[in-house]
């Protein structure tokens, strides 16, 4: 029940950047800056690489790097590596009642 | 945070319930809500719902008259149960934590390792 949508999926090379948006409605990504992203690697629990639209936890790379304009977020990874390959879910705060929404994923594959 | 190993298989009609030990601090931790996520093979998360220490909770409104989630602080332990499971309920189960600071605060900087659980007869 994703209400957020991304690509399915992108690929770049390594070094490259790549951008992966999330778009939403003014219920959720353009009504909050509440947005934020996650990786995962298969079989693997999702890690959080940004919350509130563009701040990077303790530990995350700044090569990861994520902004917001109206009802799309976008996260942009330069620089890619290997082990950047994994699929990336964002999500945002939707009020009270429903609290929070994911999207489908997207799956990046570094050629 | 490290999940309790999970039934694997439960059946429809069912009630599903599945334990998180918390290893990152004590529970108690009044910064943080404890919240379980699900994923259902090959698809994307949806939040389940989410229990402070105190014992207040808050669900997904689409799940909400099936779930039950519940907190030991004793344990350092906090639960979630889900009745009348169908197939769609299959999912890697995760638990996760959030801080509390805001009530819009709703990124998850923690996760359980995921246990996978099948409804099938």
């Known amino acids: 029940q994703s209400a957020l949508t991304p690509p399915a999926s992108v690929s770049g090379s390594p070094g490259q950047s790549i951008t992966i948006s999330c778009t939403g409605t003014t219920s959720d990504v353009g009504g909050y800056n509440y947005v934020s992203w996650y990786q995962q690697h298969p079989g693997k629990a999702p890690k959080l690489l940004i919350y509130?639209?563009?701040h990077r936890p303790s530990g995350v790379p700044d090569r990861f790097s994520a902004s917001k304009s109206g009802n799309t977020a976008s996260l942009t990874i330069s620089g890619l590596q290997a082990e950047d390959e994994a699929d990336y879910y964002c999500s945002s705060y939707t009020g009270s009642t429903t609290y929070v929404v994911f999207g489908g994923g997207t799956k990046l594959t570094v050629l | 945070l490290l999940q309790e190993p999970g039934p694997g298989l439960v059946k429809p009609s069912e009630t599903l319930s599945l334990t998180c030990s918390v290893s990152?601090?004590?529970?108690?931790?009044?910064?943080?809500?404890w919240g379980w996520i699900r994923q259902p093979p090959g698809k994307g998360l949806q939040w389940i719902g989410s229990?402070?220490?105190?014992?207040?909770?808050f669900y997904n409104p689409s799940l909400k008259s099936r779930v039950m989630i519940s907190v030991d602080t004793s344990r350092n332990q906090f639960s979630l149960k889900l009745t009348s499971v169908t197939a769609a309920d299959t999912a890697v189960y995760f638990c996760?934590?959030?801080?509390?600071?805001?009530?819009?605060?709703?990124?998850?900087?923690?996760w359980g390792q995921g246990t996978l659980v099948t409804v099938s007869s």
């Open positions: 229990i402070y220490y105190s014992g207040s909770t």
């Open positions: 996760a934590r959030h801080p509390s600071g805001c009530k819009s605060c709703s990124w998850f900087d923690s």
């Open positions: 509130e639209v563009r």
């Open positions: 990152v601090g004590p529970i108690t931790n009044r910064g943080f809500y």
